[in-house]
């Protein structure tokens, strides 16, 4: 029912920012919590932010707090990711995912859609 699209990665140095977009077509795009996760090469995915349908509630991994804000745009159906003081560690892809009537926004099963992802790489 949500197709999602990511953009804005790409090559940054540590220390510098970048804004993740993911824009989502459907109607019911304001009624799904939307999360970001990443990838890293060789490790598992992880979860790094997510927000409720509403944008009233927000969640962040340990690594992303202070440096990393997500944020939604309901009426352009649009899902952001500010990330400040990347790190070499931070170099991923990053992906956006809808859940609908999601408990656990950390969990990645409880999401029904994901984006394809976009590569962020952050040099040293």
């Known amino acids: 029912q949500v197709q999602l699209v990511e953009s804005g990665g790409g090559l940054v140095q540590a220390g510098g920012s970048l804004r993740l977009s993911c824009a989502a077509s459907?109607?019911?795009?304001?009624?799904?919590?939307m999360g970001w996760f990443r990838q890293a090469p060789g490790k598992e995915r992880e979860f790094v932010a997510a927000?409720?349908?509403?944008?009233?509630?927000?969640y962040y991994a340990v690594f992303a707090k202070g440096r990393f804000t997500i944020s939604r745009d309901n009426a352009k159906n649009a899902l952001y990711l500010q990330m400040n003081s990347l790190k070499p560690e931070d170099t991923a892809v990053y992906s956006c995912?809808?859940?609908?009537?999601?408990?656990?926004?950390?969990?990645?099963?409880?999401?029904?859609?994901w984006g394809q992802g976009t590569q962020v790489t952050v040099s040293s």
């Open positions: 459907g109607r019911a795009f304001g009624s799904y919590d």
């Open positions: 995912a809808a859940a609908l009537g999601g408990r656990n926004l950390g969990n990645p099963s409880e999401y029904h859609y």
């Open positions: 927000i409720t349908w509403t944008g009233g509630s927000t």
